[in-house]
């Protein structure tokens, strides 16, 4: 699964971001799909996930309430909305495949199949 991410970029704090993870040549409705990050000197974790039936999501604690996962099956894209970064936002995001026809996601890093390779998010002053 050839996935790609963009829209990362330099924000200020408190600042929004939409990142953006597409396909081509496959579509995406059939897959669980995940955003996961990793800063520098630390293990990659899940940050949100979105399934591929009823569009179930799932988002990490740290990100609640800020992050929003959506897919649009039209455009093959899944999309993560960022509001109100912050510093600790800072990290290359990943997106992540598995086929899995269920109303489950999981942001495990074990349980994807296919990775993109990745976007630079900064948030700093």
């Known amino acids: 699964l050839p996935l790609v991410e963009s829209g990362g970029g330099l924000v200020q704090p408190g600042g929004s971001l939409r990142l953006s993870c597409a396909a081509s040549?496959?579509?995406?409705?059939?897959?669980?799909i995940g955003w996961f990050r990793q800063a520098p000197g630390k293990e990659r974790e899940g940050v949100s996930c979105?399934?591929?039936?009823?569009?179930?999501?799932n988002y990490a604690d740290s990100v609640k309430g800020r992050f929003t996962i959506s897919r649009d099956n039209v455009k093959n894209t899944v999309y993560l909305q960022m509001n109100s970064l912050k510093p600790e936002d800072t990290a290359v995001y990943y997106c992540?495949?598995?086929?899995?026809?269920?109303?489950?996601?999981?942001?495990?890093?074990?349980?994807?199949?296919?990775w993109g390779q990745g976007t630079q998010v900064t948030v700093s002053s």
């Open positions: 992540a495949g598995r086929i899995a026809l269920a109303a489950y996601c999981d942001i495990g890093t074990n349980w994807y199949s296919s």
């Open positions: 040549g496959v579509t995406l409705e059939y897959y669980a």
């Open positions: 979105v399934s591929s039936v009823g569009d179930s999501t």
